[in-house]
Nanobody, 122 residues
Framework: QVQLVESGGGLVQAGGSLGLSCSAS????????MGWYRQAPGKQRELVAT???????NYADSVKGRFTISRDNALNTVYLRMNSLRPEDTAVYYC????????????????WGQGTQVTVSA
């Protein structure tokens, strides 16, 4: 099993910055993609940013130019640097990863972290 653990959430004022980290552990052969999703109260979970094995990076329109996703493949860790935070960024942020725990196609996995709260005050 592959486990994801997020850290770095907290309370910040509008215009401030915050950094999130997510580390994967367990039986891992390769991770093909890692990313961040968020869910605000009363809303559906939405993609924030993803990074895949082909070098592709995708950001939600609402965070382009403000958030930056990066990965340390040696540490199986993904980061999210959030700048110019707005109250509408308030949500629970979830780490997500897909990959394989062995070389065979039957070893594919998909994992979610437990979530970390980000609150941005006006």
């Amino acid at each position: 099993q592959v486990q994801l653990v997020e850290s770095g959430g907290g309370l910040v004022q509008a215009g401030g910055s915050l950094g999130l980290s997510c580390s994967a552990s367990g039986s891992i052969y390769t991770i093909n993609a890692m990313g961040w999703y968020r869910q605000a109260p009363g809303k559906q979970r939405e993609l924030v940013a993803t990074s895949n094995s082909g070098g592709g990076i995708n950001y939600a329109d609402s965070v382009k130019g403000r958030f930056t996703i990066s990965r340390d493949n040696a540490l199986n860790t993904v980061y999210l640097r959030m700048n110019s935070l707005r109250p509408e960024d308030t949500a629970v942020y979830y780490c997500h990863a897909v990959g394989y725990y062995c070389a065979a196609s039957g070893c594919a996995f998909e994992s979610w972290g437990q979530g970390t709260q980000v609150t941005v005050s006006a």
